[in-house]
């Protein structure tokens, strides 16, 4: 069915799907975005700028859970199709769900496989489709359901003389995971979540990135989660250490470094004559520093070093 609002799918009974095995939502930012619309529609959900507040944001999320867990209810399974978002790190190109940060870390647990759709060349020269379903340094992908062996790859055959292609892979999944007792799915859910969770904090650039994880640990915390202290350790490592981000507590959230001013080269030959009076060797003076070069030291931190060079000279740590 073609959804134009969101009351066109929010009133879904069972009855009403009683005819299908398997729903299939394409795609499901669309589906969130038709959500967020319908919520806009009234104005006390919107700041002034139109943007839904913070509360009817998360009441989308939970709008979207509880519709989920409606069609799970109804004994449906569930396929969600999204398109990918093509990152990168570094000089590595990573595809995954076009979707938020707290979305995409949803979902990610929602889900039992998930997989990458992508078209290879063969050793012939052709054109085929793959399904990859391992996670990887290109893409995410999560594999419960053991499909496609050691390397995770369904190779998509033709659709005409294989109609049941899905239905096939579904139940394939499902009589894996139903080879497992309790305890071995929860172990294996958990650990993929960890997987996940250090795939995602290396792929984060910026604080916004940390803080949509930090949300997601919340709930990973509240769940008692067997990995969250190990997950936490992680975020707190990669905020700090890798993107230099600090934590604001008057705001509960964590910010980009302000960013690097160095000094003008006006000051840093200021710098250098500076030091040539007071014999002091250049090289010498920045290995101390811990720089390459006088142009990296901070605006803010111009005085100090003027002041650092005549306590040197004054203290007769003198460098020829």
């Known amino acids: ?7 066109d799918v929010s009133t879904l009974t069972a009855q009403d799907l009683a005819p299908f095995n398997t729903v299939i939502i394409d795609t499901v930012g669309a589906m969130l975005e038709t959500i967020k619309s319908y919520l806009q529609a009234n104005p006390q959900n919107c700041q002034k700028d139109g943007a839904l507040k913070l509360k009817a944001q998360g009441l989308a999320n939970n709008i979207f859970k509880q519709f989920i867990a409606n069609l ?27 979707l938020g940060g707290k979305n995409r870390n949803e979902l990610y647990r929602m889900a039992d496989v998930m997989g990458y759709l992508t078209t290879v060349k063969t050793n012939d020269g052709n054109s085929a489709r793959l399904l990859s379903f391992n996670p990887s340094d290109t893409h995410h ?6 499909l496609g062996g050691n390397t995770g790859e369904v190779w998509i055959p033709d659709l005409k003389t294989s109609p049941t292609f899905l239905a096939d892979l579904i139940q394939q999944a499902k009589d894996h995971i139903n080879t497992l007792t309790l305890e071995q799915i929860a172990a294996q859910k958990a650990f993929a979540d960890w997987q996940n969770w250090q795939q995602s ?20 915390s509240k769940e008692g989660h067997m990995y969250y202290q190990n997950m936490r350790t992680y975020l707190v490592s990669t905020a700090k250490n890798k993107l230099k981000c600090s934590y604001n507590k008057e705001y509960n959230k964590w910010m980009n470094p302000p960013e ?37 030291i901070p605006k803010a931190q111009f005085n100090a070093v003027k002041n650092e060079i005549l306590n040197k000279k004054s203290t007769g740590e003198v460098t020829q």
């Open 260 to 296: 690097f001013m160095s000094i003008s080269n006006e000051q840093r030959d200021e710098i250098q004559d500076l030091l040539a009076e007071q014999n002091i060797d250049v090289q010498t003076f920045c290995e101390d520093m811990g720089i390459d070069s006088l142009i990296a």
């Open 201 to 220: 904090c290396d792929e984060a650039q910026h604080a916004g990135d940390i803080n949509d994880l930090t949300a997601s640990l919340e709930v990973l």
């Open 72 to 98: 799970i209810s109804f004994g449906k399974d569930i396929v969600f199709i999204a398109h990918a978002s093509e990152d990168t790190n570094g000089d590595q190109v990573i595809y995954r769900p076009d």
């Open 1 to 7: 069915m073609q959804v134009q609002k969101w009351t």
């Open 141 to 146: 992908g999560k594999n419960s359901g053991a």
